[in-house]
């Protein structure tokens, strides 16, 4: 009884079909831009890294585009510009 060791991990894949099937537009589109996007992926509000959890409250379906804006607003690194060799950028 000591010995729980349950470490098949969250049933996340579970929970974001679930979450995509009832929200399947992207929140921040809709809200930012009046934008109807078809969300892919469900985004925590709240990093798990910071305390966040799975919490149907603390998540929001979110387009490709958002939730990569939204993990790097929430993790704080800007976007470097990437070089390619022969020295211009890429971007
Ligand atoms: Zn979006």
């Known amino acids: 009884m000591a010995h729980d060791k349950r470490k098949s991990g969250r ?4 929970l974001r079909r679930t979450m995509l099937a009832a929200e399947p ?12 996007t078809v969300a892919v992926e469900i985004d925590h509000e709240v990093p798990l890294a ?8 603390n998540l929001r ?18 976007p470097k510009p990437r070089i390619s060799l022969d ?3 890429m971007e």
Do not use: E, I, S
């Open 61 to 78: 379906p979110l387009c490709a585009d958002c939730h990569r804006d939204a993990t790097r607003a929430q993790f704080g690194y800007r």
């Open 11 to 14: 049933p996340w894949q579970r």
């Open 87 to 89: 020295g211009w950028p």
């Open 50 to 57: 910071k305390g966040g959890n799975d919490d149907p409250a």
């Open 25 to 36: 537009l992207c929140r921040l589109c809709m809200a930012k831009h009046g934008r109807v």
